[in-house]
Each structure stands twice: as C-alpha cells, then as structure tokens.
C-alpha cells in the first residue's frame, strides 16, 4: 500500500500550526475520553483503539482482542462492556465542545434521526422494540426487533459524508418518542450554548429531521429555545391557512382555520406566497412553491395530543409549508417525486433567502445516511451480539467517541491506500478525507499520540465451564414491544345514526 506520510509524526511536521492545534485537539480528546471511563477504563479504552485501528471492517467483537493494540484477551473485552462504566453526561459535554462544523452565515444545523440496531434472535434481551426496516417486493415494510437509538449530530456544508454526532438515545418500551427527541433536543442545545457555540444575538439553529416525527408537537415543545424546524411531511397531508378577519358586526365566534391547504390537491393551494427557481448540484434546476403561515388542525385523535386538558383549546402552531419539485432531471438521475417541508418559521415563506436557507439545511440530512452506514458497516456498530442494553449504551458511545477522534484526525492522517484508489491528499492544499481513509492511517497518529491505558499484564484463561455440563441457569426470555401504550380515543362518527325509539 502507499502513503503519502510514511512515518508517525511526518503529518504533524507538514501540516504546520494548523496542525499542531488538530493534533493537541485529539490528544486532549483522548485524554478526556479515558477520564469518562469509570470501570474498566484500560480494556474499554484498548477497545477504543482496536476499532480504530482494525485493518478490516469490524465483523464481532472477539477479533477485536486480535488487533495489536488491544493487550487484553477477548474475556477483558467482555468484560469492560459488561461490567465496566462510562460517565455518560461527561461525555456528552466533552463531545459538545469539539469544533462544530463551520457554515458561511455562522448558523448551526443540527440533524436527528433514528437508527436501529436489529436484534431478531436476542430473546433474552430486553427493552427490544419492533423497528421499521425498509425491504423490497413483498418484503417492503417489514418489523424486526431491536434496539431503536435516536442520534443528534451536527451537519457540514458542501459535498462530505463527515457529520459530528452530539448524542445518541436508546429508546426505550415505555418511551414516548417525540417526548424524548425534544428532551434529548433541550439538553443538545443546552450543551452547546454553554460550550460557546451559540450566544444571545445568534441566528436561531436550524434543526432538520426527515418524515415520521410529529412537526407541530415538536415545535410546541420546543417553542422557548432559539431553534427552527425543518421536517419532512407525507404528500397526503393537509393544513390550514389563518383565517380570514370577521366582518363587522357579524355575531359568533371568530374562526380559528382557514381555507385548506392540501399537499395531493392542487386545486386547493390558490396563491402561494412565494414561487422562485434554484439549483440543485446534485438535481438540477428546481422549483420552490413555499405558503407561509400555515399550521395543521390538531385534535384528541392525532397522536401525542391525547392528553391534552379537556376543555382547553388546542394550539395554533404556525409555520411554513415548502414543496420542492424537480423541473428537469440531471444528467444520469430519475425523476423524483416533489417533496414536502413543513418549517416552524411562519414568516420564512415571505422571503426567498430564508426559504432557500430552509430546504438546503434539509438536503444537509443526508449525511447522517453517511455516518449510519460507516458506523455499521466499517465500525461494526449493530455488529456485537450483546445482551444486556446497559452493554448496548457503553458500545455506542465508543463508536461515538472513535468517530469523534476520527474526524479531529482528517485534517492530519496519513493518506493510507490501496493501489487502485485515487490520493485524497495532495501536496500544499488541506487533506480532507473521507473517513474510512483516516481510518486507515489512524495506527500511525496513535504510535506518536500513545494511549493513557496501561498495559495488560499476562495471565490464564478461566479454567470455563466443566465439559459435559449443562447451563442450569437459563437467561429468562425477554417479549418485544411497547409497554402500555399510550391508547387512542376513538375518532367520533360523523354520519347521522338513524333514532332509536321505544
């Protein structure tokens, strides 16, 4: 294989101050990373490394205890993620005080969305959820149990497969979703404005988060912090415009919605508030139709609002409805279908700038599609047969703190490839690569950073259980699914029942 920097701490004499900073970056990250740690700390953190460091993509967990910088047997691997412990809210902050991505108008995007880690065969495992997974032909549509984990990370701008992940969540049975992605949202952006990175003055952070949320219960929840939203919305979908003044002297009272707005019926859009052209590198030439103020009606039967007091009214929350069509398909790609938008800026669709600002924060998700599939496929996110959830929490936040390091290190990494892959560092311009290739060179930054773990000291395997003995002591088999869920009251029927009379 070729490397353009052959030796460890050649990438920290070319790279200059710039990367003197990205190297004291890393280390101070490593070094706070292992103060996280509580129990177990060398084997987790080795673990760390391993991943880091493995060759090849992370298949199971026993290889790892293989990898030259693991020092340990695999019983220590086990063990650190069994019973081992990690300061969770520590890390956390630690992660929240890394350089965000940098935006031209000094904005933050932040993206969230929910990836599932499939434990079909694990039936002693609890807490497992019914995951939606996406198949084809008569697979399409398919529930698989697992352990469903809601991620935050904040998204770059230009064309990169980098995302900076800021939290993740495991959901749990009795777990309101909407609920803990604006809980889990509040602490975010809680960490974040302490750590710097948003002050008083600053735009408002752009949040953007693909269909299967609940917009408007989300933006009621979040109303009190400086946020935006940007949803994705189904194409069937309906809301209202505000409603017209009453005319004076007109008795009743004062409507509440006005004419419908709905997504699958032309007929009803009438004069959208702004219709301007714009480019897409990816797409070509688009379409932006955008209706400002328009909220949706909300009542007893849409989900998440079944508590709400009886007698009290239900909000009016307002916002921007955005469709995105595709007027003449790019060289090379299919035709798409429009896509819907759904922003809680209610005057966004007045102004095309903030609108355009809106819908390309969105396209910025993709990214996380990115992250997703590196952790899983490379890192070996889904990839351990773990069977506690405890264990589960301490394994993704390792994978979370090995990408972290990762995209500290893309600035500094030597440019490690195979024959046939294309440098992605050139001489006298900034290396910027993708993260598998960091990936690759990582061994030689960990030779020059070292690692606060100690050694591991030589012993003997366990002598195991007896040959010819039975396991007595089976794990109890754990059922799948939500626990109490949350019942909904029946939608009331309109037609007219003919009267019963005696």
């Known amino acids: 294989m070729n490397a353009t920097l052959s030796r460890p701490g050649a990438g920290r004499q070319a790279a200059g101050a710039g990367g003197d900073a990205a190297w004291g970056l890393l280390a101070g990250f490593r070094g706070e990373l292992y103060r996280c740690l509580t129990g177990r700390p060398d084997a987790l953190f080795e673990l760390a490394d391993a991943v880091l460091c493995e060759d090849r993509a992370v298949t199971d967990l026993a290889r790892l205890s293989l990898v030259p910088e693991f020092t340990r047997g695999h019983?220590?691997?086990?063990?650190?993620?069994?019973?081992?412990?990690?300061?969770?809210?520590?890390?956390?902050?630690?992660?929240?005080?890394?350089?965000?991505?940098?935006?031209?108008?000094?904005?933050?995007?932040?993206?969230?969305?929910?990836?599932?880690?499939?434990?079909?065969?694990?039936?002693?495992?609890?807490?497992?959820?019914?995951?939606?997974?996406?198949?084809?032909?008569?697979?399409?549509?398919?529930?698989?149990?697992?352990?469903?984990?809601?991620?935050?990370?904040?998204?770059?701008?230009?064309?990169?497969?980098?995302?900076?992940?800021?939290?993740?969540?495991?959901?749990?049975?009795?777990?309101?979703?909407?609920?803990?992605?604006?809980?889990?949202?509040?602490?975010?952006?809680?960490?974040?404005?302490?750590?710097?990175?948003?002050?008083?003055?600053?735009?408002?952070?752009?949040?953007v988060m693909d269909a299967g949320y609940s917009a408007a219960r989300l933006a009621f929840l979040l109303?009190?912090?400086?946020?935006?939203?940007?949803?994705?919305?189904?194409?069937?979908?309906?809301?209202?415009?505000?409603?017209?003044?009453?005319?004076?002297?007109?008795?009743?009272?004062?409507?509440?919605?006005?004419?419908?707005?709905?997504?699958?019926?032309?007929?009803?859009?009438?004069?959208?508030?702004?219709?301007?052209?714009?480019?897409?590198?990816?797409?070509?030439?688009?379409?932006?139709?955008?209706?400002?103020?328009?909220?949706?009606?909300?009542?007893?039967?849409?989900?998440?609002?079944?508590d709400w007091p009886a007698g009290r009214e239900f909000p009016v929350i307002e916002g921007t409805l955005i469709r995105l069509a595709v007027t003449r398909p790019a060289p090379g790609y299919a035709a798409l279908e429009p896509m819907w938008l759904w922003s809680s800026d209610p005057g966004a669709g007045l102004d095309a700038a903030a609108t355009g600002v809106l819908w390309q924060a969105y396209l910025r998700r993709f990214d996380l599609e990115h992250f997703f599939r590196f952790i899983k496929s490379r890192l070996g996110w889904d990839k351990p047969m773990l069977r506690d959830p405890a264990a589960a929490d301490r394994w993704t936040w390792l994978i979370i703190a090995c990408y972290a390091q990762l995209r500290l290190a893309r600035t500094i990494a030597a440019d490690i490839r195979l024959p046939w892959q294309r440098p992605q560092a050139r001489p006298g311009e900034p290396q910027v690569m993708t993260p598998g290739r960091v990936r690759a060179g990582f061994r030689l930054l960990r030779g020059t950073l070292?690692?606060?773990?100690?050694?591991?000291?030589?012993?003997?395997?366990?002598?195991?259980?007896?040959?010819?003995?039975?396991?007595?002591?089976?794990?109890?088999?754990?059922?799948?699914?939500?626990?109490?869920?949350?019942?909904?009251?029946?939608a009331k029927n309109r037609r007219k029942k003919t009267k019963q009379t005696g």
């Open 75 to 207: 019983g220590a691997l086990y063990d650190g993620l069994n019973a081992g412990g990690v300061e969770f809210a520590r890390l956390r902050w630690t992660v929240a005080g890394l350089p965000l991505p940098r935006w031209e108008d000094g904005r933050i995007r932040l993206g969230v969305d929910v990836c599932n880690w499939l434990r079909p065969d694990a039936e002693a495992s609890p807490d497992r959820l019914f995951c939606h997974v996406r198949g084809r032909g008569r697979n399409a549509g398919q529930v698989v149990p697992g352990w469903p984990y809601s991620f935050v990370a904040a998204l770059g701008p230009g064309r990169s497969s980098w995302a900076l992940p800021l939290d993740a969540v495991r959901l749990g049975p009795g777990d309101d979703a909407t609920e803990v992605t604006a809980a889990q949202l509040r602490e975010v952006v809680t960490r974040l404005t302490a750590a710097g990175h948003w002050k008083d003055g600053d735009p408002r952070i752009i949040i």
């Open 450 to 490: 070292g690692t606060p773990a100690s050694t591991g000291k030589p012993g003997k395997p366990g002598p195991g259980r007896p040959p010819g003995s039975k396991n007595k002591r089976k794990a109890p088999r754990q059922p799948a699914g939500k626990h109490n869920p949350k019942q909904r009251k029946p």
């Open 223 to 306: 109303e009190d912090l400086p946020v935006v939203l940007v949803v994705r919305v189904r194409s069937d979908r309906v809301f209202c415009r505000p409603p017209r003044p009453r005319a004076p002297g007109v008795a009743g009272r004062t409507a509440r919605h006005g004419a419908p707005v709905r997504c699958a019926d032309p007929g009803t859009w009438g004069i959208p508030d702004l219709e301007a052209g714009a480019e897409s590198a990816r797409h070509g030439p688009l379409r932006v139709t955008a209706w400002a103020r328009v909220h949706q009606m909300i009542n007893s039967s849409c989900g998440g609002w079944e």
